[in-house]
Protein backbone atom coordinates (compact mmCIF):
# COMPACT_ATOMS: atom_id res chain seq x y z
CA UNK A 1 0.00 0.00 0.00
CA UNK A 2 1.39 3.34 -0.99
CA UNK A 3 2.21 5.86 1.89
CA UNK A 4 -0.48 8.84 1.83
CA UNK A 5 -0.03 11.31 4.53
CA UNK A 6 -1.69 14.15 4.31
CA UNK A 7 0.22 17.23 2.80
CA UNK A 8 -1.21 20.71 2.75
CA UNK A 9 0.74 24.06 1.81
CA UNK A 10 0.36 27.34 1.45
CA UNK A 11 2.56 30.80 1.44
CA UNK A 12 2.19 33.63 2.83
CA UNK A 13 2.30 37.06 1.44
CA UNK A 14 6.02 37.47 3.15
CA UNK A 15 7.06 34.63 1.84
CA UNK A 16 6.67 31.82 4.46
CA UNK A 17 6.09 28.36 3.25
CA UNK A 18 3.91 26.40 5.40
CA UNK A 19 3.33 23.03 5.07
CA UNK A 20 0.48 21.49 7.66
CA UNK A 21 0.22 18.05 7.80
CA UNK A 22 -2.62 16.32 10.20
CA UNK A 23 -1.99 13.54 12.65
CA UNK A 24 -4.04 13.17 15.36
CA UNK A 25 -2.57 9.53 16.38
CA UNK A 26 -1.23 11.68 19.55
CA UNK A 27 -2.37 15.66 21.25
CA UNK A 28 1.04 16.56 20.24
CA UNK A 29 2.42 18.72 17.40
CA UNK A 30 5.84 19.29 15.82
CA UNK A 31 6.86 22.65 14.71
CA UNK A 32 9.59 22.29 12.48
CA UNK A 33 11.65 25.22 10.46
CA UNK A 34 14.41 24.91 7.87
CA UNK A 35 15.76 28.11 7.28
CA UNK A 36 17.96 28.01 3.92
CA UNK A 37 21.46 29.13 5.45
CA UNK A 38 24.44 26.54 6.08
CA UNK A 39 28.07 26.96 6.29
CA UNK A 40 27.94 26.65 2.19
CA UNK A 41 26.56 30.54 2.72
CA UNK A 42 29.14 31.65 5.15
CA UNK A 43 32.48 34.02 2.80
CA UNK A 44 35.66 33.56 3.85
CA UNK A 45 36.42 34.86 6.97
CA UNK A 46 33.10 34.03 8.62
CA UNK A 47 33.40 30.34 9.19
CA UNK A 48 31.15 29.35 11.49
CA UNK A 49 28.24 32.35 11.27
CA UNK A 50 25.26 29.84 11.00
CA UNK A 51 26.06 27.40 13.31
CA UNK A 52 26.90 30.69 16.08
CA UNK A 53 23.35 31.87 15.43
CA UNK A 54 21.63 28.46 15.71
CA UNK A 55 23.31 29.27 19.41
CA UNK A 56 21.98 32.68 19.42
CA UNK A 57 18.63 32.11 18.63
CA UNK A 58 18.09 30.57 22.43
CA UNK A 59 19.63 33.43 23.80
CA UNK A 60 16.34 35.76 24.07
CA UNK A 61 14.58 38.01 21.24
CA UNK A 62 12.16 41.45 21.17
CA UNK A 63 9.92 39.92 23.77
CA UNK A 64 11.29 36.46 25.25
CA UNK A 65 14.11 36.61 28.06
CA UNK A 66 17.55 35.08 28.08
CA UNK A 67 17.08 30.93 28.68
CA UNK A 68 13.31 31.40 28.42
CA UNK A 69 12.39 29.49 25.01
CA UNK A 70 13.87 26.40 26.51
CA UNK A 71 12.87 27.01 30.11
CA UNK A 72 9.18 27.87 29.09
CA UNK A 73 8.71 25.03 26.64
CA UNK A 74 9.95 22.25 28.39
CA UNK A 75 7.46 23.55 31.10
CA UNK A 76 4.77 22.52 28.91
CA UNK A 77 6.10 19.30 28.57
CA UNK A 78 7.91 20.21 25.01
CA UNK A 79 11.11 18.40 23.21
CA UNK A 80 13.14 20.81 21.93
CA UNK A 81 16.65 21.92 19.94
CA UNK A 82 18.63 23.04 16.65
CA UNK A 83 20.83 22.08 14.45
CA UNK A 84 23.08 23.34 11.62
CA UNK A 85 25.42 21.90 8.85
CA UNK A 86 26.11 23.00 5.08
CA UNK A 87 22.70 23.61 3.37
CA UNK A 88 20.75 24.61 6.33
CA UNK A 89 19.73 25.12 9.82
CA UNK A 90 16.52 23.65 11.46
CA UNK A 91 14.87 24.81 14.66
CA UNK A 92 12.54 22.12 16.08
CA UNK A 93 9.92 21.38 18.81
CA UNK A 94 6.81 19.11 19.98
CA UNK A 95 4.61 20.51 22.23
CA UNK A 96 1.07 19.05 23.51
CA UNK A 97 -1.26 20.69 21.81
CA UNK A 98 -2.65 23.19 23.75
CA UNK A 99 0.91 24.76 23.52
CA UNK A 100 0.95 25.12 19.85
CA UNK A 101 0.41 28.65 19.88
CA UNK A 102 2.89 29.16 22.53
CA UNK A 103 5.69 27.67 20.77
CA UNK A 104 4.94 29.96 17.39
CA UNK A 105 4.66 33.25 19.36
CA UNK A 106 7.82 32.22 20.40
CA UNK A 107 9.30 30.72 16.82
CA UNK A 108 8.26 34.32 15.54
CA UNK A 109 9.89 36.31 18.10
CA UNK A 110 13.17 35.06 17.73
CA UNK A 111 12.66 34.45 13.82
CA UNK A 112 11.48 38.26 13.56
CA UNK A 113 13.23 40.05 16.16
CA UNK A 114 16.22 38.66 17.68
CA UNK A 115 18.76 41.07 16.95
CA UNK A 116 16.62 42.98 19.84
CA UNK A 117 18.59 40.70 21.85
CA UNK A 118 21.89 40.02 20.07
CA UNK A 119 24.26 42.58 22.35
CA UNK A 120 27.83 42.40 22.92
CA UNK A 121 27.60 40.21 26.23
CA UNK A 122 25.50 37.66 24.06
CA UNK A 123 27.63 37.50 21.45
CA UNK A 124 30.84 36.94 23.91
CA UNK A 125 29.13 34.51 25.82
CA UNK A 126 28.07 32.08 22.60
CA UNK A 127 31.42 32.63 21.10
CA UNK A 128 33.04 30.93 23.73
CA UNK A 129 30.71 28.55 24.07
CA UNK A 130 30.74 27.58 20.58
CA UNK A 131 34.76 27.63 21.06
CA UNK A 132 34.84 24.95 23.71
CA UNK A 133 31.99 23.23 21.50
CA UNK A 134 34.66 22.96 18.73
CA UNK A 135 37.51 22.09 21.45
CA UNK A 136 35.64 19.33 22.54
CA UNK A 137 33.87 17.63 19.68
CA UNK A 138 36.83 18.46 17.03
CA UNK A 139 40.37 19.87 18.05
CA UNK A 140 40.74 16.98 22.02
CA UNK A 141 38.71 14.31 20.68
CA UNK A 142 40.22 11.26 18.73
CA UNK A 143 39.28 11.37 15.45
CA UNK A 144 37.68 14.75 15.51
CA UNK A 145 38.90 16.32 12.16
CA UNK A 146 38.49 13.58 10.38
CA UNK A 147 35.74 15.36 8.62
CA UNK A 148 37.06 18.70 8.77
CA UNK A 149 40.24 17.29 6.81
CA UNK A 150 37.81 15.26 4.77
CA UNK A 151 36.27 18.24 3.53
CA UNK A 152 39.42 20.34 2.05
CA UNK A 153 40.50 17.45 0.87
CA UNK A 154 37.17 16.55 -1.59
CA UNK A 155 36.40 20.22 -2.21
CA UNK A 156 38.69 22.91 -3.96
CA UNK A 157 39.29 25.53 -1.66
CA UNK A 158 37.05 28.38 -2.19
CA UNK A 159 34.30 25.83 -2.55
CA UNK A 160 31.25 26.16 -0.19
CA UNK A 161 31.77 22.79 1.19
CA UNK A 162 35.51 22.96 1.98
CA UNK A 163 34.78 24.16 5.44
CA UNK A 164 32.94 22.71 7.77
CA UNK A 165 30.20 23.95 9.93
CA UNK A 166 32.08 24.08 13.28
CA UNK A 167 33.75 27.00 11.44
CA UNK A 168 37.71 28.33 12.61
CA UNK A 169 38.87 29.70 16.41
CA UNK A 170 40.18 32.73 14.01
CA UNK A 171 37.00 33.30 12.16
CA UNK A 172 34.82 33.04 15.00
CA UNK A 173 37.02 35.33 17.16
CA UNK A 174 36.97 37.99 15.13
CA UNK A 175 33.48 38.12 14.67
CA UNK A 176 31.94 41.45 15.30
CA UNK A 177 28.40 42.48 16.34
CA UNK A 178 27.94 44.55 13.51
CA UNK A 179 29.17 41.21 11.83
CA UNK A 180 26.48 39.11 12.99
CA UNK A 181 24.03 41.78 12.68
CA UNK A 182 24.49 41.84 9.19
CA UNK A 183 24.62 38.04 8.61
CA UNK A 184 21.07 37.45 10.43
CA UNK A 185 19.64 40.43 8.37
CA UNK A 186 21.02 38.83 5.47
CA UNK A 187 19.63 35.35 5.78
CA UNK A 188 16.65 35.06 8.59
CA UNK A 189 13.13 36.72 6.98
CA UNK A 190 9.78 34.36 6.17
CA UNK A 191 10.76 34.21 2.53
CA UNK A 192 13.69 32.12 3.25
CA UNK A 193 12.10 29.95 5.74
CA UNK A 194 9.84 26.65 5.52
CA UNK A 195 7.62 26.02 8.61
CA UNK A 196 5.99 22.44 9.00
CA UNK A 197 3.13 21.57 11.74
CA UNK A 198 2.72 17.94 11.80
CA UNK A 199 0.21 16.43 14.43
CA UNK A 200 -2.76 17.14 16.08
CA UNK A 201 -3.88 20.15 14.50
CA UNK A 202 -6.24 20.46 11.16
CA UNK A 203 -4.62 21.98 8.05
CA UNK A 204 -7.25 25.20 8.17
CA UNK A 205 -6.23 25.85 11.98
CA UNK A 206 -2.65 25.07 11.51
CA UNK A 207 -2.35 27.76 8.62
CA UNK A 208 -4.50 29.99 10.88
CA UNK A 209 -2.12 30.11 13.62
CA UNK A 210 0.57 30.44 12.19
CA UNK A 211 -0.11 33.77 10.13
CA UNK A 212 -1.53 34.93 13.56
CA UNK A 213 2.35 35.03 14.27
CA UNK A 214 3.84 34.90 11.27
CA UNK A 215 2.36 37.17 8.96
CA UNK A 216 3.28 40.27 10.30
CA UNK A 217 6.88 39.78 9.45
CA UNK A 218 8.71 41.33 7.03
CA UNK A 219 9.94 39.18 3.95
CA UNK A 220 13.80 40.52 4.94
CA UNK A 221 15.69 38.10 3.77
CA UNK A 222 18.19 38.46 0.34
CA UNK A 223 17.78 36.72 -2.46
CA UNK A 224 19.47 33.21 -2.83
CA UNK A 225 22.28 32.81 -5.35
CA UNK A 226 22.11 30.21 -7.35
CA UNK A 227 24.14 26.47 -6.83
CA UNK A 228 28.09 26.55 -8.29
CA UNK A 229 29.17 25.27 -10.47
CA UNK A 230 28.82 21.06 -10.84
CA UNK A 231 32.06 19.32 -9.72
CA UNK A 232 33.18 16.19 -11.24
CA UNK A 233 34.85 13.50 -9.92
CA UNK A 234 38.05 13.65 -8.59
CA UNK A 235 40.49 12.96 -11.59
CA UNK A 236 43.26 11.75 -8.94
CA UNK A 237 43.70 9.78 -5.17
CA UNK A 238 43.95 12.81 -3.26
CA UNK A 239 45.73 11.40 0.84
CA UNK A 240 46.01 12.85 4.16
CA UNK A 241 47.88 10.72 6.49
CA UNK A 242 47.42 11.28 10.41
CA UNK A 243 49.11 10.54 13.44
CA UNK A 244 47.55 11.09 16.23
CA UNK A 245 46.65 9.77 19.88
CA UNK A 246 44.10 7.65 18.65
CA UNK A 247 42.94 3.69 19.51
CA UNK A 248 43.50 2.08 16.25
CA UNK A 249 43.98 2.48 12.69
CA UNK A 250 41.18 4.42 10.91
CA UNK A 251 40.44 4.98 7.22
CA UNK A 252 37.80 7.94 5.73
CA UNK A 253 37.14 7.32 2.39
CA UNK A 254 35.59 9.57 0.36
CA UNK A 255 33.67 10.29 -3.47
CA UNK A 256 32.06 13.23 -4.61
CA UNK A 257 28.50 12.05 -5.85
CA UNK A 258 25.58 14.07 -8.23
CA UNK A 259 23.92 16.38 -6.93
CA UNK A 260 20.84 15.19 -4.10
CA UNK A 261 17.74 14.53 -5.23
CA UNK A 262 18.45 13.05 -8.18
CA UNK A 263 17.74 9.66 -9.91
CA UNK A 264 22.02 9.07 -10.07
CA UNK A 265 21.68 10.25 -6.33
CA UNK A 266 19.80 7.32 -5.50
CA UNK A 267 21.53 4.81 -7.40
CA UNK A 268 24.77 6.07 -5.70
CA UNK A 269 23.07 5.89 -2.25
CA UNK A 270 22.02 2.22 -2.78
CA UNK A 271 25.93 1.55 -4.12
CA UNK A 272 27.08 2.80 -0.80
CA UNK A 273 24.12 0.42 1.17
CA UNK A 274 25.76 -2.37 -1.08
CA UNK A 275 28.91 -1.69 -0.03
CA UNK A 276 28.48 -1.38 3.89
CA UNK A 277 24.96 -0.01 4.82
CA UNK A 278 23.97 -3.68 5.91
CA UNK A 279 24.64 -6.91 7.58
CA UNK A 280 24.74 -8.52 4.40
CA UNK A 281 26.71 -5.75 2.60
CA UNK A 282 29.85 -6.66 0.68
CA UNK A 283 32.69 -4.99 2.88
CA UNK A 284 30.89 -6.20 6.29
CA UNK A 285 30.95 -9.80 5.26
CA UNK A 286 34.35 -9.43 3.60
CA UNK A 287 36.50 -7.47 6.13
CA UNK A 288 34.67 -7.81 9.28
CA UNK A 289 33.00 -11.52 9.29
CA UNK A 290 35.15 -13.48 6.59
CA UNK A 291 38.80 -12.01 7.02
CA UNK A 292 38.31 -10.26 10.41
CA UNK A 293 40.87 -7.68 9.77
CA UNK A 294 38.24 -4.83 10.52
CA UNK A 295 36.22 -4.47 13.65
CA UNK A 296 33.98 -2.48 11.81
CA UNK A 297 32.68 -0.50 8.48
CA UNK A 298 29.94 1.95 7.90
CA UNK A 299 28.98 4.23 5.21
CA UNK A 300 26.67 7.71 4.34
CA UNK A 301 25.77 9.12 1.51
CA UNK A 302 25.38 13.33 1.94
CA UNK A 303 22.42 14.56 -0.34
CA UNK A 304 24.05 18.35 -1.00
CA UNK A 305 22.45 21.09 -3.13
CA UNK A 306 25.52 23.20 -4.63
CA UNK A 307 26.40 21.03 -7.21
CA UNK A 308 27.71 18.22 -5.64
CA UNK A 309 26.98 15.48 -2.99
CA UNK A 310 29.67 13.24 -0.99
CA UNK A 311 29.76 9.48 -0.03
CA UNK A 312 31.89 8.04 2.50
CA UNK A 313 33.19 4.98 4.09
CA UNK A 314 34.69 4.56 7.40
CA UNK A 315 36.83 1.32 8.32
CA UNK A 316 38.34 0.49 11.95
CA UNK A 317 41.08 -1.56 10.98
CA UNK A 318 41.86 -4.40 13.29
CA UNK A 319 44.56 -4.09 15.73
CA UNK A 320 47.33 -6.81 13.92
CA UNK A 321 45.71 -6.25 10.58
CA UNK A 322 47.89 -4.12 7.73
CA UNK A 323 45.48 -0.95 7.52
CA UNK A 324 47.17 -0.31 3.72
CA UNK A 325 46.37 -3.81 2.82
CA UNK A 326 42.81 -3.34 3.70
CA UNK A 327 42.52 -0.67 1.72
CA UNK A 328 42.95 -2.06 -1.18
CA UNK A 329 40.23 -4.61 -0.47
CA UNK A 330 37.78 -1.98 -0.06
CA UNK A 331 39.38 -0.26 -3.48
CA UNK A 332 38.62 -3.75 -5.17
CA UNK A 333 34.97 -4.24 -3.83
CA UNK A 334 34.35 -0.39 -4.94
CA UNK A 335 36.11 -1.45 -8.32
CA UNK A 336 33.60 -4.36 -8.65
CA UNK A 337 30.49 -1.99 -8.18
CA UNK A 338 31.44 -0.41 -11.39
CA UNK A 339 31.80 -3.49 -13.41
CA UNK A 340 29.20 -6.37 -12.12
CA UNK A 341 25.55 -5.80 -11.80
CA UNK A 342 24.41 -6.29 -8.39
CA UNK A 343 22.41 -9.60 -8.15
CA UNK A 344 18.83 -10.09 -7.90
CA UNK A 345 19.00 -11.15 -3.96
CA UNK A 346 21.39 -8.00 -3.34
CA UNK A 347 18.64 -5.86 -4.80
CA UNK A 348 15.48 -7.37 -3.06
CA UNK A 349 17.53 -7.12 0.02
CA UNK A 350 18.44 -2.99 -0.12
CA UNK A 351 15.01 -1.97 -1.85
CA UNK A 352 13.42 -4.44 1.68
CA UNK A 353 15.91 -2.94 3.96
CA UNK A 354 15.14 1.02 2.43
CA UNK A 355 11.40 0.59 2.78
CA UNK A 356 11.94 -0.98 6.35
CA UNK A 357 13.99 2.21 7.42
CA UNK A 358 11.94 4.61 5.52
CA UNK A 359 8.48 3.45 6.99
CA UNK A 360 10.07 3.26 10.57
CA UNK A 361 11.62 6.72 10.49
CA UNK A 362 8.73 8.40 8.86
CA UNK A 363 5.77 6.48 11.60
CA UNK A 364 7.40 9.46 14.06
CA UNK A 365 6.21 12.89 13.53
CA UNK A 366 9.37 14.24 14.51
CA UNK A 367 11.08 12.65 11.59
CA UNK A 368 8.40 13.01 9.41
CA UNK A 369 8.39 17.18 9.81
CA UNK A 370 12.32 17.39 9.44
CA UNK A 371 11.40 15.26 6.08
CA UNK A 372 8.85 17.55 4.68
CA UNK A 373 10.77 20.91 6.02
CA UNK A 374 14.12 19.42 4.51
CA UNK A 375 12.33 18.28 0.39
CA UNK A 376 10.29 21.66 0.50
CA UNK A 377 13.40 23.82 1.48
CA UNK A 378 15.95 22.07 -1.03
CA UNK A 379 14.08 20.61 -3.81
CA UNK A 380 10.49 21.65 -3.42
CA UNK A 381 9.13 18.60 -3.03
CA UNK A 382 7.65 17.97 0.70
CA UNK A 383 5.69 15.08 -1.01
CA UNK A 384 8.97 12.63 -0.73
CA UNK A 385 7.60 11.27 2.20
CA UNK A 386 5.10 8.88 0.36
CA UNK A 387 7.36 8.77 -2.89
CA UNK A 388 10.67 7.81 -1.81
CA UNK A 389 9.97 4.25 -1.60
CA UNK A 390 8.83 4.22 -4.63
CA UNK A 391 11.36 6.61 -6.34
CA UNK A 392 14.25 3.86 -4.77
CA UNK A 393 12.44 0.98 -5.67
CA UNK A 394 12.36 2.10 -9.15
CA UNK A 395 16.84 2.35 -9.32
CA UNK A 396 17.68 -0.80 -11.43
CA UNK A 397 20.84 -2.60 -11.49
CA UNK A 398 22.03 -1.20 -14.50
CA UNK A 399 21.82 2.66 -12.83
CA UNK A 400 24.04 1.41 -9.55
CA UNK A 401 26.85 0.09 -12.09
CA UNK A 402 26.96 3.17 -14.19
CA UNK A 403 27.16 5.62 -11.23
CA UNK A 404 29.89 3.46 -9.99
CA UNK A 405 31.41 3.50 -13.11
CA UNK A 406 31.44 7.43 -13.43
CA UNK A 407 31.62 8.49 -9.80
CA UNK A 408 32.96 5.50 -7.37
CA UNK A 409 36.10 5.19 -9.17
CA UNK A 410 38.97 3.92 -6.51
CA UNK A 411 41.27 6.69 -8.21
CA UNK A 412 38.21 9.45 -7.41
CA UNK A 413 39.04 8.95 -3.88
CA UNK A 414 40.21 11.17 -1.09
CA UNK A 415 41.36 9.23 2.06
CA UNK A 416 42.31 10.55 5.18
CA UNK A 417 44.22 7.59 7.21
CA UNK A 418 44.99 7.73 10.66
CA UNK A 419 47.50 5.75 12.75
CA UNK A 420 48.35 5.92 15.96
CA UNK A 421 51.25 7.89 17.32
CA UNK A 422 54.72 5.80 18.12
CA UNK A 423 55.92 6.30 21.55
CA UNK A 424 58.91 7.95 21.44
Known amino acids: MPLDYPIAERTLPNG??????????????????????????????KTGFAHLFEHLMFQGSRNVAEGEHFARLMAEGARLNATTWFDRTNYFETVPTGALELALWMEADRHGHLLNAVNQANLDNQRDVVKEERRQRYDNRPYGDALERLYAAVFPEGHPYHHSTIGSMADLEAASLADVHAFFTEHYGPNNTVLTLVGDVTADDGFAAVERYFGDLPASAAPRR????????????????????????RLYLAWRLPVAHTPEFW?????????????TSRLYRRLVRREQVANSVSRSAFGLVDGVSLGLLVVDVAEDADPDAVEREVLEEVARLGEELPTEVEMETLHHETERWWLSAMAGQE???????????????????????????????????????AWLRPESRAVVAYRPRKES
Request: proline residues 10%; aromatic residues 4%.
Open 16 to 45: LRVIVSPDHTVPAVTVNLWVDVGSRHEPEG
Open 226 to 249: GPVEPLPPLEAPVRVDVDDDVPTH
Open 267 to 279: AAELAFDLLAGLA
Open 367 to 405: ERADTISQYALLHDDPQIVNTFVDRTRAVTPEQIRDVSR
